[in-house]
């Protein structure tokens, strides 16, 4: 049995070559092959932990697989460790091909004196007989592709910025999930700013003197792909007043009716009939942040929140396409590790995905390392 054909990688001249240039070098580096007694090479490490990662076999499979294959003579326990000191070698791979694949211009979203850290949530269901569901509890930093930090919880503990620690200067990013009072004080507290789309039924919002706001009497005045922006409050149980700005831009008529569908196919499949509020505010979106406008202009407010939808995608793509299941339960170290591996296989597939809209009749491109063969013609 091949090792390429279980890895569903017939061409893995190709994956290797959608990796940075050096990636061998820095596997010894980085400590990931610090030695060569299980693996012989970066190669052999890669495709024993991809088998793991990439296809969702357990630990226990996975060496008994590299061991029919003769990819490699190694214990689960030995892989689990392989996979725990490698997450530095895939941090730096991960950054590699992000910094490779950035225009210029998307680099000054995420200024240098802001931590800007993604958070999400997402569900999975594990693999075998009780198929139990867990929700993972993640943070990503851009622009990356670096796993922070990352929590496994049932289903019952839902998203919330609490989940995370904070460093004076992070950004957390997030959706309507993580707009939550308390979750916002939180990151505050702890020296952070807050960058996250608007729930109005999760938060009471006010102006920063605690008056009363009427939200839809503001944004009935902005056009069609016009930007507003408003100096706001969010109004906590003990009645402190998280001060901040709403920034919001008015969608088009196609992206309403779309939004409007969704928000009426979600109601009835809980039950309920959708406001008038809620119909209306379906027409834009609406962000709120705690970030001074004289450090961040509105319309990076809304491109930095619309970065965090290419990291929902990732995930969207990974659950389909590279098996979200096998959550490692008891390590945490090695749970981060398994998902930075996710987030390298999700960046080799958009490589792909643009070596195939590029198309090259030979399938890749040609790598600058790559030597060219001179043949004597009388001998052919």
Same mark, same amino acid.
């Given at each position: 049995?091949?090792?390429?054909?279980?890895?569903?990688?017939?061409?893995?001249?190709?994956?290797?070559?959608?990796?940075?240039?050096?990636?061998?070098?820095?596997?010894?580096?980085?400590?990931?092959?610090?030695?060569?007694?299980?693996?012989?090479?970066?190669?052999?490490?890669?495709?024993?932990?991809? &088998?793991?990662?990439?296809?969702?076999?357990?630990?226990? #499979?996975?060496?008994?697989?590299?061991?029919?294959?003769?990819?490699?003579?190694?214990?689960?326990?030995?892989?689990?460790?392989? &996979?725990?000191?490698?997450? $530095?070698?895939?941090?730096?791979?991960?950054?590699?091909?992000?910094?490779?694949?950035?225009?210029?211009?998307?680099?000054?979203?995420?200024?240098?004196?802001?931590?800007?850290?993604?958070?999400?949530?997402?569900?999975?269901?594990?693999?075998?007989?009780?198929? #139990?569901?867990?929700?993972?509890?993640?943070?990503?930093?851009?622009?990356?592709?670096?796993?922070?930090?990352?929590?496994?919880?049932?289903?019952?503990?839902?998203?919330?910025?609490?989940?995370?620690?904070?460093?004076?200067?992070?950004?957390?990013?997030?959706?309507?999930?993580?707009?939550?009072?308390?979750?916002?004080?939180?990151?505050?507290?702890?020296?952070?700013?807050? &960058?996250?789309?608007?729930?109005?039924?999760?938060?009471?919002?006010?102006?920063?003197?605690?008056?009363?706001?009427?939200?839809?009497?503001?944004?009935?005045?902005?056009?069609?792909?016009?930007?507003?922006?408003?100096?706001?409050?969010?109004?906590?149980?003990?009645?402190?007043?998280?001060?901040?700005?709403?920034?919001?831009?008015?969608?088009?008529?196609?992206?309403?009716?779309?939004?409007?569908?969704?928000?009426?196919?979600?109601?009835?499949?809980?039950?309920?009939? $959708?406001?008038?509020?809620?119909?209306?505010?379906?027409?834009?979106?609406?962000?709120?942040? #705690?970030?001074?406008?004289?450090?961040?202009?509105?319309?990076?407010?809304?491109?930095?929140?619309?970065?965090?939808?290419?990291?929902?995608?990732?995930?969207?793509?990974?659950?389909?396409?590279?098996?979200?299941?096998?959550?490692?339960?008891?390590?945490?170290?090695?749970?981060?590790?398994?998902?930075?591996?996710?987030?390298?296989?999700? &960046?080799?597939?958009?490589?792909?995905?643009?070596?195939?809209?590029?198309?090259?009749?030979?399938?890749?491109?040609?790598?600058?390392?790559?030597?060219?063969?001179?043949?004597?013609?009388?001998?052919?």
């Amino acid at each position: 049995m091949e090792a390429s054909t279980i890895l569903n990688m017939e061409d893995l001249d190709i994956v290797f070559n959608a990796l940075p240039d050096n990636w061998q070098k820095k596997a010894r580096e980085l400590e990931a092959l610090t030695r060569k007694r299980s693996f012989d090479s970066a190669e052999t490490l890669f495709q024993t932990l991809m &088998l793991h990662i990439a296809r969702g076999l357990s630990l226990r #499979t996975t060496s008994a697989v590299a061991r029919e294959t003769g990819l490699a003579d190694v214990s689960d326990v030995a892989i689990q460790y392989r &996979l725990r000191i490698s997450r $530095p070698w895939m941090e730096w791979m991960c950054k590699e091909m992000v910094h490779n694949s950035t225009p210029p211009g998307a680099k000054a979203l995420h200024p240098e004196e802001l931590n800007i850290r993604y958070a999400d949530g997402t569900l999975v269901e594990e693999q075998g007989k009780t198929g #139990t569901k867990r929700r993972i509890h993640y943070l990503i930093s851009v622009p990356d592709y670096k796993c922070e930090q990352m929590h496994v919880t049932d289903t019952k503990v839902g998203e919330s910025f609490e989940r995370f620690s904070v460093e004076p200067n992070d950004v957390l990013v997030g959706d309507r999930g993580f707009c939550r009072a308390k979750g916002i004080r939180h990151v505050l507290n702890a020296g952070g700013q807050v &960058l996250v789309r608007l729930h109005h039924n999760a938060v009471k919002l006010c102006k920063q003197n605690g008056e009363p706001l009427d939200i839809i009497d503001k944004l009935q005045s902005l056009s069609t792909g016009e930007i507003g922006q408003w100096p706001m409050g969010i109004r906590c149980n003990d009645n402190y007043i998280i001060k901040g700005r709403l920034c919001a831009i008015k969608k088009q008529p196609d992206a309403i009716e779309r939004s409007r569908r969704q928000v009426r196919k979600c109601a009835k499949k809980n039950g309920y009939t $959708p406001s008038k509020l809620t119909l209306e505010l379906a027409e834009y979106v609406i962000v709120f942040t #705690t970030i001074d406008e004289e450090f961040l202009e509105a319309s990076t407010v809304l491109e930095i929140y619309r970065g965090r939808w290419q990291i929902e995608l990732v995930f969207k793509r990974l659950k389909s396409l590279a098996q979200m299941g096998q959550i490692p339960k008891y390590d945490p170290e090695v749970r981060r590790a398994w998902l930075q591996g996710k987030l390298l296989i999700s &960046l080799i597939v958009e490589f792909l995905l643009g070596v195939g809209e590029s198309f090259f009749p030979w399938g890749y491109p040609i790598s600058s390392h790559e030597k060219t063969r001179t043949f004597n013609m009388e001998r052919v």
